[in-house]
């Protein structure tokens, strides 16, 4: 079966250090891979999503950046974080033809 | 862009009482469209799709359909129970399998 790690879980860093967060996805190949940032009270704002290796669509501008260096790893980073940086991330995967997504139990940073 | 435009909350019914949440969207082309529902304490779990216009999901007694001509997606229950209190988040995913959601519609059943 398939599974999505997410870690961690939650993360708290000062304002100006660098950003690493990690989703890996088990169990299926080339899935589409998601990070979205989700505010409390708000929905789900869709960050990055990637289809492929190394193809990754930004749909916020920001001070973040994704990287899919291999099939089923997505990474969202930052070279320096701002206290607006600070929320809830979640990591999501979906197969192309079937559109349901599976989410990882999300990452709480705030950046003080 | 694309977008999905939701009902604001929080909706508060009483059990048994019928439940309708709106959902509306802009997209280009012919998006796939969803349901996802968040329970207290737990993430995000796909609720009901549909893929193209006149179709009806449906799950737990749940049902949407797709109208194109509206571009809507609307949520209808018969008959909510306390368990089916829970966040819930219209979606839409596009030709790019771009996948985008509304702002979420808290559900508050009391007994």
């Known amino acids: 079966s398939q599974t999505i790690h997410q870690w961690p879980a939650t993360l708290v860093q000062p304002v100006g250090s660098p950003l690493s967060l990690e989703c890996t996805v088990e169990g299926t190949s080339n899935p589409n891979l998601y990070w979205y940032r989700q505010a409390a009270g708000r929905g789900l704002q869709l960050l990055f999503y990637s289809v492929g290796i190394g193809q990754i669509s930004s749909e916020v501008p920001q001070n973040l950046s994704a990287s899919r260096p291999q099939d089923r790893q997505f990474i969202l980073s930052s070279k320096k974080l701002l206290l607006s940086d600070s929320g809830f991330y979640l990591c999501?995967?979906?197969?192309?033809?079937?559109?349901?997504?599976?989410f990882g139990q999300g990452t709480r940073l705030t950046v003080v | 862009g694309d977008s999905v435009t939701q009902m604001e909350g929080p909706v508060t019914l009483s059990e048994e009482a019928f439940l309708t949440i709106n959902c509306t969207y802009t997209?280009?082309?012919?998006?796939?469209l969803f349901w996802y529902v968040q329970y207290p304490g737990e993430g995000l779990q796909l609720l009901l799709k549909?893929?193209?216009?006149?179709d009806k999901g449906s799950n737990k007694g749940f049902e949407a359909t797709y109208r194109k001509e509206t571009t809507s997606f609307h949520l209808e229950k018969g008959s909510v129970q306390v368990s089916d209190s829970a966040v819930y988040f219209c979606?839409?995913?596009?030709?790019?399998?771009?996948?985008?959601f509304g702002s979420g519609t808290r559900l508050l059943v009391r007994p």
């Open positions: 979606a839409l995913m596009d030709s790019s399998y771009k996948l985008i």
């Open positions: 997209a280009t082309g012919y998006p796939s």
């Open positions: 999501a995967w979906s197969l192309s033809g079937t559109g349901e997504a599976f």
């Open positions: 549909a893929t193209k216009a006149d």
